[in-house]
């Protein structure tokens, strides 16, 4: 069960820094790599999410 909650906890964290880098205003200098790196760890952190909940199940 303690997996399901951190796994639960990784998804919603990849969720607010995609949500938080969709928000972000667009006329900075390098917006675009920034804007990347936020999608990127964003992704990776709800497939991570996903990875520890099927490894704590034994999947």
């Known amino acids: 069960m303690k997996d399901i ?3 639960v906890l990784f998804i919603l964290f990849g969720i607010a820094v995609i949500w938080y880098t969709s ?3 667009k006329n900075t ?3 675009s790599v ?4 936020g999608y990127t ?6 497939i991570g999410g996903i ?3 099927c490894g704590g199940l034994h999947f």
């Open 51 to 53: 990875m520890y909940i």
């Open 41 to 46: 760890f964003g992704v990776l952190s709800i």
């Open 5 to 7: 909650g951190i796994g």
């Open 23 to 25: 928000k972000r205003p």
């Open 29 to 31: 200098t390098l917006s």
């Open 34 to 37: 920034n804007n990347f790196q």
